[in-house]
């Protein structure tokens, strides 16, 4: 039998998933902008991050890797102050993200973040470690720091 997580403890775990999350998004982000240095700001075809390299990852035009970076930072943000009700607006952003190439393929309407399909799963890997994580902590009851009761 498993002894249950106590609340600190916890609070612990999510603050590092959010920390790991942000911090690989706005890596991810930060490269996706440098080689979109020369692309569109919004739509037209994305500049591919390792394309040099032939490996065909993501493609990125400067709005993507802007959201990118902000969504990352935001969940870096929910981690250090200990709030992970943040990550919840960074894990809708990177899952609004996830929608828009679906809905663009779907209806035909520019792509407005140069988003492919390998974007895509990113960006739900991106929503999902933010989205849960918080999910989890106000499940738990977890609220600021302040409102953390010391176990005994």
Same mark, same amino acid.
């Given at each position: 039998m498993t002894k249950a997580a106590s609340v600190p403890d916890l609070a612990t775990r999510v603050a590092r998933t959010?920390? /790991? *999350? &942000? !911090?690989? =998004?706005? @890596? !991810? &982000? !930060?490269?996706g902008f440098w080689v979109a240095r020369n692309a #569109?700001?919004?739509g037209g075809p994305g500049a591919i991050i390792f394309e040099d390299l032939e490996l065909r990852t993501m493609s990125y035009n400067r709005? &993507? @890797? !802007?959201? /990118?970076?902000?969504f990352g930072a935001i969940g870096i943000a929910a981690s250090l102050v200990r709030r992970p009700m943040l990550g919840l607006i960074g894990g809708t952003g990177f899952a609004l993200? +996830? *929608?828009?190439?679906?809905?663009?393929?779907? /209806?035909? =309407? #520019? %792509?407005?973040? +140069?988003a492919t399909g390998? %974007?895509? $799963?990113? %960006?739900? +890997?991106m929503a999902l470690g933010l989205l849960v994580p918080a999910v989890v902590a106000r499940l738990a009851g977890m609220g600021a720091p $302040? /409102? *953390? +009761?010391?176990t005994d």
């Open positions: 959010q920390l /790991t *999350v &942000g !911090v690989v =998004a706005l @890596a !991810v &982000g !930060v490269i #569109d700001f919004s709005l &993507g @890797a !802007v959201l /990118t970076i902000v993200m +996830a *929608v828009q190439p679906l809905l663009q393929w779907r /209806t035909g =309407a #520019d %792509n407005l973040l +140069a390998r %974007n895509w $799963s990113f %960006n739900l +890997a $302040s /409102t *953390v +009761a010391p």
